[in-house]
């Protein structure tokens, strides 16, 4: 049971996901980039801040104990921002549906990343698959 409810929780999460790349794109025509990132992390932040107080026992951050993962934590804003407002710049490059296919690289490449970080182990078919999913992908922008 705890299985499948993880399944339908991350396919809602996929689902939520993808919707945001087409909706970025349309806005993208009459918003520069750096404003949309600017709007949408607003937003996010506000609605996040609100949600911690009801889920999290009222934002729980301790300063003093956790300066390592508040620096992580920018790091992760800081590649979040380049990789959106590099997202939104190539879709005057691409259609939407091609530039969604590089997201399927998204689990080899962190599956690649987590090795390196969090020394997760990496079996051979991982790169199987990463050779499988480059070749698809090759052949779909193609």
Same mark, same amino acid.
């Given at each position: 049971?705890?299985k499948i409810?993880g399944?339908?929780i991350?396919?809602i999460s996929?689902i939520?996901?993808?919707? =945001?790349?087409?909706?970025?794109?349309k =806005? @993208?025509?009459?918003? &520069?980039?750096? =404003?949309?990132? *600017?709007? =949408?992390a607003?937003?996010?932040?506000v609605?996040t801040?609100?949600m911690?107080?009801f889920?999290?026992n @009222?934002? %729980?951050?301790?300063?003093?104990s956790?300066?390592n993962?508040l620096?992580?934590?920018?790091?992760? *804003?800081?590649?979040?921002?380049?990789?959106?407002?590099?997202l939104i710049l190539?879709?005057?490059y691409? &259609?939407?549906?091609q530039? @969604?296919?590089?997201?399927?690289?998204? &689990?080899?490449?962190?599956g690649i990343?987590?090795y390196f970080?969090?020394?997760e182990?990496? @079996? &051979?078919?991982?790169f *199987? %698959?990463?050779?499988?999913?480059g070749? %698809?992908l090759?052949?779909a922008?193609?």
């Amino acid at each position: 049971v705890n299985k499948i409810l993880g399944v339908i929780i991350v396919l809602i999460s996929t689902i939520f996901f993808s919707s =945001t790349i087409p909706l970025v794109k349309k =806005t @993208s025509e009459k918003i &520069p980039p750096l =404003t949309i990132i *600017a709007i =949408t992390a607003f937003v996010v932040f506000v609605i996040t801040f609100i949600m911690s107080f009801f889920f999290e026992n @009222s934002f %729980g951050l301790k300063l003093g104990s956790q300066k390592n993962s508040l620096f992580l934590l920018v790091l992760v *804003a800081i590649l979040n921002i380049i990789a959106f407002w590099l997202l939104i710049l190539g879709f005057k490059y691409m &259609p939407v549906w091609q530039q @969604s296919m590089f997201a399927l690289l998204n &689990p080899i490449l962190a599956g690649i990343l987590a090795y390196f970080i969090l020394g997760e182990a990496i @079996s &051979p078919r991982l790169f *199987a %698959g990463l050779l499988i999913m480059g070749i %698809g992908l090759f052949i779909a922008i193609r």
